[in-house]
T-cell receptor, first 112, second 109 residues
Framework: IAGITQAPTSQILAAGRRMTLRCTQD?????MYWYRQDLGLGLRLIHY???????GKGEVPDGYSVSRANTDDFPLTLASAVPSQTSVYFC???????????FGQGTRLTVV | GQNIDQPTEMTATEGAIVQINCTYQ??????LFWYQQHAGEAPTFLSY??LDGLEEKGRFSSFLSRSKGYSYLLLKELQMKDSASYLC??????????WGAGTKLIIKP
């Protein structure tokens, strides 16, 4: 693993199903983020974690949950998917307060 | 509230120069980032400004005026591969990133 990796890269999901998007980084960054990106709306923050063991809600947290059991992993769970959660999801990490964010390659999720 | 404004779309000609503006109103300021995002790909870091002035990095330069809440990204000698979206993001007082919606740059031959 080099950098930050997301899985799966794409998924078609039936409405009502539960789904976990995986995110792993090997840079030992403290802060990690989940964003969704929809056409014309830019990146919207779903949840974040400033350090292992802590999480916080972003701009659009409803319908999503996260956990941060260790430094490297930050999974995002959709408990019961709905079509409005169709989007591209990006995981990102930052190593220090003033540092830039590094992004995973994204997960394209379609809920039908 | 916190707000970042960028033009939605711009068009420029190969070989020319283009300036993409970003204005912001945020709760505190700890720096401004510019990212490039090609269609279907993840954003990648271009530049970071925390002090007023111009930062030059090859064909790309970024300018910041904190008193005006304003930044621009200047791209010189445009190439077709520069066709992408350019995202402006501000680090607020809590060191959280606030993102603009991005500017789609179209390069024509």
């Amino acid at each position: 693993i080099a950098g930050i990796t997301q899985a799966p890269t794409s998924q078609i999901l039936a409405a009502g199903r539960r789904m976990t998007l995986r995110c792993t980084q090997d840079m030992r960054h403290n802060a990690m983020y989940w964003y969704r990106q929809d056409l014309g709306l830019g990146l919207r923050l779903i949840h974040y974690s400033n350090t292992a063991g802590t999480t916080g809600k972003g701009e659009v947290p409803d319908g999503y949950s996260v956990s941060r059991a260790n430094t490297d992993d930050f999974p995002l769970t959709l408990a019961s998917a709905v079509p409005s959660q169709t989007s591209v999801y990006f995981c990102a990490s930052r190593g220090r307060e003033g540092g830039e964010a590094f992004f995973g390659q994204g997960t394209r999720l379609t809920v039908v | 509230g916190q707000n970042i404004d960028q033009p939605t779309e711009m068009t420029a000609t190969e070989g020319a120069i283009v300036q993409i503006n970003c204005t912001y109103q945020t709760s505190g300021f700890n720096g401004l980032f510019w990212y490039q995002q090609h269609a279907g790909e993840a954003p990648t870091f271009l530049s970071y400004n925390v002090l007023d002035g111009l930062e030059e990095k090859g064909r790309f330069s970024s300018f910041l005026s904190r008193s005006k809440g304003y930044s621009y990204l200047l791209l010189k000698e445009l190439q077709m591969k520069d066709s992408a979206s350019y995202l402006c993001a501000v680090l607020d007082s809590n060191y959280q990133l606030i993102w603009g919606a991005g500017t789609k740059l179209i390069i024509k031959p």
